[in-house]
């Protein structure tokens, strides 16, 4: 733990920005926004291959307005909302056409759009069940220790 900074999973990319840190664990959309605030940093994937992850947009059974929440999906997977979000965030767009309305900068980023072969050697991120307590355990534990 001597060599641990911080565990920072709010603003990950400050650290980098400021310069107090040069190594860490970011998300591509953290170092999208570090390399934008001009932090000299580049994304480096394991070679077995880097964890995968999807945030999703989901509408409950019991929504009170599942056609405004139809409206909402829609709107924000939509050609310009998807290209602004990239743009803003940093996380990739799945909307080809979006894709195609960015700049190379973005599209050219491994950062961001990661190569085929770094991609197949990635693997999901697991639901790892009860195993949570254990792991949350060690994790608490571990940002304590001084």
């Given amino acids: 733990r001597p060599n641990v900074l911080s565990f920072n999973s709010d603003n990950p990319a400050n650290s980098f920005i400021s ?10 959309g953290s170092v999208r ?6 932090a000299p ?13 999807v945030d ?6 019991t929504a009170k307005n599942s056609e405004g929440a139809h409206k909402l999906i829609n709107y924000m997977l939509g050609k310009k909302t998807a290209e602004k979000l990239t743009l803003a ?7 080809i056409e979006a894709k195609k309305a960015l700049p190379k900068e973005i599209t050219e980023d491994p950062a961001i759009y990661p ?13 790892v069940g ?3 307590q254990f792991y949350e355990q060690y994790y ?4 304590a220790a001084k």
């Fill in 33 to 38: 926004i570090a390399k934008k605030e001009k």
């Fill in 56 to 61: 999703t947009l989901a509408i409950p059974a």
């Fill in 140 to 143: 608490q534990e571990l940002k």
């Fill in 130 to 132: 009860d195993a949570i």
């Fill in 19 to 28: 310069g107090e840190v040069e190594v860490g664990q970011l998300w591509n």
């Fill in 89 to 95: 965030i940093g996380y990739p767009t799945s909307n």
């Fill in 41 to 53: 940093l580049n994304m480096v994937f394991p070679k077995e291959g880097p964890v995968l992850w």
């Fill in 115 to 127: 190569s085929a072969d770094i991609l197949k050697n990635s693997h999901w991120q697991d639901d």
